[in-house]
């Protein structure tokens, strides 16, 4: 009970990925958003597996790879910003607005500082020594995580879905696409420090 509580605050609370998911419901709707809600939980969930066997550790001593990680997340974020912010002011579902997909919202998790974070700290937290099979603890991480990050994202996705009542004019669409890059700019200071 005191892990999924623990997912359900990391899932749920703004970040990168929040971000994205609101992006994606307000421009495409949640139909065409579930690509997108579906990679972030499936690339968390699978990044709270992998990290117990020790690849955050291994990422960690390894400052070449940590940087590659930091700048490859801010490269992406830029991207991933840019591509917000210059969209079409039309709020209805074309192919020009097309959220980010499954594999790259997936993907997006390894570079996502927030991600990191979390993963590192339920290893820290949750595994135990005596607690059985590491395999069968990273697996149970993993697979709570998706289950309980998979409605606390969606209330992202439908929040920016339900925004698309709001941004029914270009001006109004313009300032959210605006608003929306900028915080994921911002978010790039907690990437590279």
Do not use: E
Request: glycine fraction near 12%; aromatic fraction near 10%; include cysteine.
């Amino acid at each position: 009970m005191a892990f999924l509580l623990f997912a359900v605050v990391a899932a749920v609370t703004p970040g990168p990925s929040n971000v994205m998911l609101t992006a994606a419901g307000a421009h495409a709707g949640v139909l065409k958003g579930l690509p997108c809600l579906f990679g972030v939980t499936t690339g968390m969930g699978l990044m709270m597996f992998l990290v117990p066997f020790g690849l955050g550790s291994l990422v960690l001593q390894h400052p070449l790879v940590l940087k590659t990680l930091n700048w490859g997340g801010a490269a992406f974020l830029l991207w991933l910003s840019w591509r917000i912010a210059t969209s079409s002011s039309r709020i209805d579902a074309t192919p020009d607005s097309k959220p980010v997909g499954y594999l790259g919202a997936a993907v997006f998790q390894w570079v996502n500082p927030k991600s990191w974070l979390v993963s590192a700290s339920a290893a820290g937290t949750f595994l135990g020594a005596g607690a059985g099979s590491p395999v069968l603890q990273a697996a149970s991480l993993g697979g709570l995580f998706f289950l309980a990050a998979l409605p606390s994202c969606y209330l992202w996705l439908a929040f920016g879905a339900g925004l698309q009542r709001v941004l029914r004019t270009p001006g109004r669409l313009r300032t959210f696409n605006v608003v929306m890059a900028a915080l994921l700019v911002l978010s790039i200071a907690l990437i590279v420090h």
